[in-house]
């Protein structure tokens, strides 16, 4: 859901897809203006996805508490 919200969001204040490889390849190109919003795009990617392992860790080590 958070993928689609993101991706929302970009087209409709950018005007352009979310696609990982272009936002990547912009950063390399050094387009002016641009290098902000897609450094942010890609931190949030990681940040997203240790927020996620974070709480699958919680659930599994939650079950594993109650069952000791």
């Known amino acids: 859901m958070l993928i689609g919200l993101a991706t929302a969001t970009l087209l409709l204040l ?9 936002i990547v390849g912009g950063m ?26 974070m709480a699958v860790f919680e659930l599994i080590e939650g079950r594993n508490r109650r069952k000791a």
């Open 14 to 22: 950018n005007g352009r897809i979310a696609g990982i490889s272009g």
């Open 28 to 53: 390399l190109r050094r387009s002016p203006g641009d290098l902000g919003w897609r450094a942010a795009f890609i931190a949030g990617l990681f940040v997203a996805a240790m927020l996620a392992g």
